[in-house]
């Protein structure tokens, strides 16, 4: 009978918290959070960040977040991009891209999924933060300044995950992921906030600090 009561109530319970938890989230930050322009930085005092592109057959969408990368007006930036032995002909794409750019390409020939892909990148990092991307997101210009301001008032943190939009809404296929986004992963982030953490973060959209992921016994796990 308690059993039954758990996974009957439980659930309700957990709602409720997610949906209040988000709608307090909403009224108390998120709103300031878009009245605030970008954070008032000294550039002098800005921390690095190297940003890793982790790519698989990403020919239809490499160019556009590589642009969109490469164009962020971040100050103290590195781009490392990761082919992860693509069969088709990304690689090709980002060579082509880089006779005119300057970032780092490791071109690895056996597709060893993102988790090693990500790790390779990272041994080539200069910088102490790490931003870790998929291969079909745009960042928005303000992103890495709010991002990396986090860990300026809280040393122990580890990472902070960003907040990913669906643009593509027409298919259903994207009315689908902007539900689960908006509704559901949204609104339990949210409520997480509050508690002082989220439990999970974003592959999509995550800035870490390395030095913690170096106390990883096998480096990142995405």
Request: net charge negative; proline share 2%.
């Amino acid at each position: 009978m308690q059993f039954f009561n758990f996974l009957l109530f439980y659930p309700v319970f957990m709602s409720i918290y997610w949906i209040v938890g988000s709608i307090y989230f909403y009224f108390t930050r998120e709103i300031r959070y878009s009245l605030n322009k970008k954070p008032d930085i000294n550039v002098d005092e800005l921390e690095g960040i190297t940003f890793l592109l982790a790519c698989y057959n990403e020919s239809e969408t490499i160019e556009d977040t590589l642009s969109n990368v490469l164009a962020l007006k971040y100050e103290k930036k590195e781009i490392i991009i990761i082919n992860d032995g693509s069969s088709d002909n990304t690689a090709e794409l980002i060579y082509k891209i880089k006779e005119n750019n300057d970032f780092i390409f490791v071109d690895l020939q056996e597709n060893r999924g993102k988790a090693n892909a990500l790790n390779q990148g990272i041994k080539q990092a200069s910088y102490d933060y790490v931003m870790c991307l998929d291969a079909d997101t745009i960042v928005d210009q303000d992103a890495p300044y709010y991002m990396i301001e986090n860990f300026k008032h809280d040393p122990k943190l580890g990472a902070v995950t960003g907040n990913p939009r669906i643009r593509n809404k027409s298919s259903i296929l994207g009315k689908i992921q902007t539900i689960e986004y908006a509704s559901l992963i949204g609104c339990i982030k949210r409520s997480q906030t509050l508690a002082g953490a989220v439990n999970t973060i974003s592959g999509v959209f995550t800035l870490f600090k390395k030095v913690q992921l170096s106390m990883l016994a096998t480096g990142i796990l995405i």
